[in-house]
């Protein structure tokens, strides 16, 4: 079973950047999908990026392509989010995932960091 812990959320100005961080354990990470999601107040959870066990395929929603940018460490057992020209919208609960593939369900969550963006 495969831990997950975030961390990198806060408060950032419109325009801003911010890394999250994603750290795995109990368990082998290089074997895992991981994904990114977030969670706006009254708002459904939504997909935001997801990378595959190697690295080698990333998906991204349209809202964050081209702005944010997910990668991982399989060394350090660590998923990244980069985000960057940060928007007010953006604002919700981040959350990573793992699956064991990009076509499969995500079975393993992270508490999830709070990132604000103040306009």
């Known amino acids: 079973q495969v831990q997950l812990v975030e961390s990198g959320g806060g408060l950032v100005q419109t325009g801003g950047s911010l890394r999250l961080s994603c750290a795995a354990s109990r368990g082998t990470f290089s074997r895992y999908a991981m994904g990114w999601f977030r969670q706006a107040p009254g708002t459904a959870r939504e997909f935001v990026a997801a990378i595959s066990w190697s690295g080698g395929s990333t998906r991204y929603a349209d809202s964050v392509k081209g702005r944010f940018t997910i990668s991982r460490d399989n060394a350090k057992n660590t998923v990244y989010l980069q985000m960057a020209s940060l928007k007010p919208e953006d604002t919700a609960i981040y959350y990573c995932?793992?699956?064991?593939?990009?076509?499969?369900?995500?079975?393993?969550w992270g508490q999830g960091p709070q990132v604000t963006v103040s306009s």
């Open positions: 995932a793992a699956a064991i593939s990009l076509h499969n369900a995500y079975d393993y």
